[in-house]
């Protein structure tokens, strides 16, 4: 029921103009305030950030991100050394242990957005969709912010 509330409301807030990014629900899954950065154009891949929460009692593995607004995306993880190098490499798939919640954030795990199809450009939005083992699908707006943005609400 939930599911189908969800998405009846999504329905009637794009109906009216209203951007449904922070919640989106598929049984135990939920996603909040999805965001990404304005780009410069195509040519550099963009990032997408958000918090997916596993509201259920088993463990849920992120396998796969799909969008269109690019023609690969990734999770990947940036990380820094002891000497203060920082490097950024595919993180591969993410488990979530049941009522663990994991943050996508910058400087740390983040979506990557590979051969970026059009700019994203503030104010504007795409759609991400997150495919878990069980083959389950949740998809959640992703609004975009400024280029100098760090959040949703900073």
Sequence with gaps: MIGKLTVFLT???LAWG????VLAEADDIVVEGAWSRASIGTSRPGAAYLTIRNTGPEYVTLTGIRTDIATRSEIHRSSTDDQ?????APAGEIKIAPTDTVSLEPGGLHVMLMGLQ???TEGEAFWLTLVFSDGSEVS???SILGFAARGPDI
């Design 11 to 13: 329905v009637l807030a």
């Design 18 to 21: 209203i951007s449904i990014s």
């Design 84 to 88: 203060g190098v920082t490097s950024m």
């Design 118 to 120: 059009r700019p994203m």
């Design 140 to 142: 959640v707006e992703v």
